[in-house]
């Protein structure tokens, strides 16, 4: 037996689980994906733990080099250059 999470538009938590596995990572975007919290909105808290337990895959953003502004550039050498 299905568990419904949206009574309104008869949403399931397999359905909210396999929106999340495509990339809907967020009640607004479950919303979008199938209306789901859109006109009652008493399910949102119930896809905000849904989402919160590991129905989204977490996405790992890469690290980027963080460049220096010239001029903290300059400082830290002559922070260098006054150390030795």
Known sequence: MPVYVCSCFGITEKQVREHASTGACTPRQIAGAC??????GSCVR?????LGRGACPRR?????????PAAA???VEVEAAEAA
């Open 60 to 68: 790992e953003a890469p690290l980027e080099p963080v460049a220096l």
């Open 73 to 75: 550039a300059v400082e």
């Open 46 to 50: 119930k896809i905000q733990a849904l």
């Open 35 to 40: 209306k789901a919290g859109t006109d009652c």
